[in-house]
T-cell receptor, first 114, second 112 residues
Framework: DTGVSQDPRHKITKRGQNVTFRCDPI?????LYWYRQTLGQGPEFLTY????????KSRLLSDRFSAERPKGSFSTLEIQRTEQGDSAMYLC????????????FGNGTRLTVT | RKEVEQDPGPFNVPEGATVAFNCTYS??????FFWYRQDCRKEPKLLMS???SGNEDGRFTAQLNRASQYISLLIRDSKLSDSATYLC?????????????FGAGTRLFVKA
C-alpha cells in the first residue's frame, strides 16, 4: 500500500516536553499538508508544503510549532513545550498540484499531553 | 459565521432508509467541493467529489447549488456500514488544498 503514512500512531507526553511526528506522503504527490482535529470538529489546517517549500501557515500554528519537508518527500511536525491544549489528532495529507485534486490523509498521530 | 457549516446531527435512520445531508459555505468564490467520510477515530477518506452538474456513485448522489451556496449528499438504501461522520469540504478559488476548509461533520447512525 503506497498511501500516506504517519508515525507514531499514538504519543503520550508530559506537558513541557517536545514531540516530533513524521509523515510520508504518496510518492507522486508534491503537496503535503498538516491538519489538526479535535473531538467533534473537522480537520483544521495548520500548514502546507509544495515540494520542499512551506507556502502557507495557519494562525493556529504558534511559534511552538515547526514543520519541515527538507527534501520534498517526508515531512516532520515538531511541537515544543507541549501544552494540554495541544492534545489532538494530527493528520497529514498529500495531493497532486492538479486543479480539484482531493486530499489523501494518513491515519494520523493521536497526541495526548498529560 | 463559519466558512463551512453542517448540521451536526446525529441522524438516526433504519437500514434501507434514504437520508440527506446539507452543507452551506460562505465563500462564493469557492471552486472545488468534496464529501469525505470519517469513521470513529480514523482518518477522513474521500467519498466523492461534487460537480456542478451533480454526480452519482452507486447509492450516493451529490449536488451543488452555487447560487444558494450549498452542497448536498443523498444516501439511498442505507446500510449499517454507512454509519460514520460525513464531512463537507470546500476549496476556494485558486485551488490548492492549503485553503481547503472542512465542515465539522454530520454524524449518521444506521440501525438494523
Amino acid at each position: 500500500d503506497t498511501g500516506v503514512s504517519q508515525d507514531p500512531r499514538h504519543k503520550i507526553t508530559k506537558r513541557g516536553q517536545n514531540v516530533t511526528f513524521r509523515c510520508d506522503p504518496i510518492s507522486e504527490h508534491n503537496r503535503l499538508y498538516w491538519y489538526r482535529q479535535t473531538l467533534g470538529q473537522g480537520p483544521e489546517f495548520l500548514t502546507y508544503f509544495q515540494n520542499e517549500a512551506q507556502l502557507e501557515k495557519s494562525r493556529l500554528l504558534s511559534d511552538r510549532f515547526s514543520a519541515e519537508r527538507p527534501k520534498g518527500s517526508f515531512s516532520t511536525l515538531e511541537i515544543q513545550r507541549t501544552e494540554q491544549g495541544d492534545s489532538a489528532m494530527y493528520l497529514c495529507a498529500s495531493s497532486t498540484s492538479e486543479r480539484n485534486s482531493p486530499l489523501h490523509f494518513g491515519n494520523g498521530t493521536r497526541l495526548t499531553v498529560t | 459565521r463559519k466558512e463551512v457549516e453542517q448540521d451536526p446531527g446525529p441522524f438516526n435512520v433504519p437500514e434501507g432508509a434514504t437520508v440527506a445531508f446539507n452543507c452551506t459555505y460562505s465563500n462564493s468564490a469557492s471552486q472545488s467541493f468534496f464529501w469525505y467520510r470519517q469513521d470513529c477515530r480514523k482518518e477522513p477518506k474521500l467519498l466523492m467529489s461534487v460537480y456542478s452538474s451533480g454526480n452519482e456513485d452507486g447509492r450516493f448522489t451529490a449536488q451543488l447549488n452555487r447560487a444558494s451556496q450549498y452542497i448536498s449528499l443523498l444516501i439511498r438504501d442505507s446500510k449499517l456500514s454507512d454509519s460514520a461522520t460525513y464531512l463537507c469540504v470546500v476549496t476556494p478559488q485558486g485551488g490548492g488544498g492549503f485553503k481547503t476548509i472542512f465542515g465539522a461533520g454530520t454524524r449518521l447512525f444506521v440501525k438494523a
